[in-house]
């Protein structure tokens, strides 16, 4: 099986910064995209970035220019830096992978984390 484990969300005052980290785990032979989304009470989940896994980014809207994703293949790891922080942006933000599992020729497979929150507040 396949886990995905965040970290590094929390309380930040508007204009500041944060650092999202997903560490995807288990038999995995290659993770084709990365990416990261949030649901806002009362709102439907939504696209913050993603990235391939030969490094093409996409971005929503909203936090182009202000947020930056990147990832590390070796340690089958995504990270968001988040910069210039919104009351707006603060929701649930949830870690993403399409991969590969071992043994399993070239069917794909999605898989979501647990979640982590992120609050933008004075």
């Known amino acids: 099986q396949v886990q995905l484990v965040e970290s590094g969300g929390g309380l930040v005052q508007p204009g500041g910064s944060l650092r999202l980290s997903c560490a995807a785990s288990?038999?995995?032979?290659?993770?084709?995209?990365m990416g990261w989304y949030r649901q806002a009470p009362g709102k439907q989940r939504e696209l913050v970035a993603t990235?391939?896994?030969?490094?093409?980014?996409n971005y929503g809207d909203s936090v182009k220019g202000r947020f930056t994703i990147s990832r590390d293949n070796a340690k089958n790891t995504v990270y968001l830096q988040m910069n210039s922080l919104k009351p707006e942006d603060t929701a649930v933000y949830f870690c993403?992978?399409?991969?590969?599992?071992?043994?399993?020729?070239?069917?794909?497979?999605?898989?979501w984390g647990q979640g982590t929150q992120v609050t933008v507040s004075s």
């Open positions: 288990g038999s995995i032979f290659r993770i084709n995209v």
């Open positions: 993403n992978c399409e991969l590969i599992r071992n043994g399993e020729g070239w069917r794909t497979y999605g898989y």
């Open positions: 990235i391939t896994n030969g490094g093409s980014t």
